[in-house]
């Protein structure tokens, strides 16, 4: 197997091997890193078709990680896809609606992080242990809701590394903050920041771009490090559950070998649909990938126009988790788009921090044929979790509402009759209350703990064990920052 390694979206030098990259998460130079080329599957669909969860990942993810010994990486990935997942198929392929919902939340947290944040922790132990890392590894987060109690539940506890997550502290769901608010383990600091998940992002890339604070942290004894998307770690595996779900298909013969599927991925910061992406590289038969955003409709634009434009109101929507209007990774799929030109990254990169926006040529909007942009609005999405409902008994949450509400849309506009997955991003139960209040506005009144109660009536499923009992468990962190503090929030942290 050829040897992967990784650059910088923004220069070609300092090439690093997939350890290196893992444990550093931002490139120096404050770009991405990708494959400096494309791993080639050893088998083809055909020879992958019975293989489960587990061997399916090992499969796939061994061409990326290639200074792994088989044995590292065969661990990490039984430490992950374990017992913490409710279901024994770990992403489970539901057909409703003419569709297939591929249920990524049947993790710990509830939602599709857990698919990559509960292997990541292992790989960066792994990785930091191969790279000779002598200092403590301190995981500093940005969290529109979900990754920051994912990346908690999995980090918890992991010996030589600290977690530091910062939620908008008004910009998530009553149930996020608790599960996030009542982390155990140690080595978990979680801290409420007065302004939005933008804010958060923002901060924390600072705080990686700040080198003089970055050796301070190392006289410490601290090395920074990310579980945000930007790592290329939380990428790889997100790319496992694509062939996982086309193979059960092409195994149910519910499609024919080769046969083109769609995939429809609600949208925030592009990582999820950046794998499936990354999947069609590899050789996964996708006819269209159909972004869905919320009424932070940022990336529906870049899609339609080719201009990436964020000087906008940021809007806080049902569907928090894509309330962004700076989308990380489409820095990846804009390096793609260019024909793997740094030169070219660098200038976009620098156009939307000084301008807040920038466009791509019309030879680089050609790339964009493969995608379909939508976007739905609050009222829309809460319509279409009930008709769903109604008509199937199947609750969606709101951010697999959104991807299919655009689905829908996609599907009046071009007859397109290809068969279609549904990345179903969240479990219902995650956010409770807005959409128990598509089903009826009069359950307004409760509160979102009886409302779980209420939806695992109503729709006749077992409350998961992540939520059980969440109302009951103990606060432990109740730090919270201004924006502008938050270095000190770290180091305040550290220097105890
Ligand atoms: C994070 C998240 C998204 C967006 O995923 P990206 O990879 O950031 O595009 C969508 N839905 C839910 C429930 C999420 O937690």
Redesign the pocket.
């Known amino acids: 197997m050829e040897a992967c390694t990784y650059k910088s979206t923004r220069c070609s030098d300092f090439n690093v091997k997939p350890s290196e990259a893992i444990v550093k998460g931002l490139a120096h130079d404050g770009g991405l890193y990708i494959p400096l080329d494309f791993p080639v599957l050893e088998k083809s669909l055909d020879q992958l078709v019975d293989m489960d969860y587990r061997e399916l990942a090992f499969h796939i993810m061994r061409g990326f990680l290639t200074d792994f010994e088989d044995e590292e990486l065969q661990n990490c990935i039984n430490n992950a896809y374990d017992k913490k997942f409710e279901s024994e198929e770990i992403a489970p392929l539901v057909k409703k609606e003419g569709v297939y919902f591929l249920e990524l939340f049947h993790g710990p947290t509830l ?3 857990d698919m990559a944040l509960s292997i990541l922790p292992h790989l960066m132990k792994t990785a930091s242990k191969k790279t000779n890392i002598q200092e403590d590894i301190v995981i500093l987060t940005a969290t ?1 809701g ?2 920051g109690k994912a990346a908690l539940e999995g980090f918890a506890d992991i010996d030589g590394i600290k977690i530091i997550v910062f939620y908008p502290e008004n910009g998530v769901s009553e149930i996020q903050k608790r599960q996030m608010t009542t982390q155990e383990g140690k080595n978990t600091f979680v801290i409420g920041l007065e302004g939005n998940f933008d804010d958060a992002q923002r901060g924390i890339k600072e705080v990686f771009a700040d080198t003089a604070y970055n050796e301070k942290l190392n006289g410490m004894g601290y090395k920074l490090s990310s579980a945000n ?1 930007i790592n290329i770690g939380r990428l790889v595996p997100q790319i496992v559950y694509y062939f996982y779900s086309y193979l059960k298909l092409l195994r149910d013969g519910e499609i024919a070998d080769g046969e083109k599927i769609n995939i429809v991925v ?8 950046l794998s499936a992406y990354y999947g069609k590289k590899l050789g996964l038969p996708v006819n269209k990938f159909i972004c869905a955003s919320n009424d932070n409709n940022v990336l529906y634009d870049f899609i339609n126009t080719g201009i990436y434009d964020i000087e906008r109101e940021f809007k806080k929507t049902i569907s928090p ?2 309330d962004i209007l700076i989308s990380s990774n489409l820095e990846r799929f804009l390096y793609e788009l260019s024909g793997n030109d740094e030169n070219k990254l660098k200038q976009f990169m620098l156009k939307l921090k000084k301008e807040g926006k920038y466009e791509i040529s019309d030879k680089m909007k050609e790339g964009l044929e493969d995608f379909y942009g939508g976007f739905i609005g609050d009222e829309k999405t809460h319509d279409t979790i009930r008709e769903v409902y109604e008509s199937s008994k199947y609750l969606m949450d709101t ?1 697999t509402a959104v991807a299919f509400a655009v689905y829908k849309k996609y599907k009046e506009e071009s007859g397109d009759n290809t068969k279609t997955i549904i990345a179903s ?2 479990s219902p139960f995650k956010f409770t209350r807005s959409v128990m209040k598509s089903i009826d506005e009069e359950l307004e009144k409760y509160n979102d703990f009886d409302l779980i109660k209420k939806m695992s009536k109503l729709a006749d499923l077992n409350i998961p064990a992540g939520i059980k009992g969440l109302e009951d468990r103990k606060i432990l962190h109740n730090r919270r920052c201004k924006k502008n503090e938050i270095k000190t929030a770290i180091s305040n942290i550290l220097s105890k």
Not at 266 to 273: A, E, L, S, V
């Open positions: 939602a599709f992080k529109s979900d990754t998307s609600p949208t925030g910061n592009f990582g999820n649909i988790s894509m951010h991003t969240a």
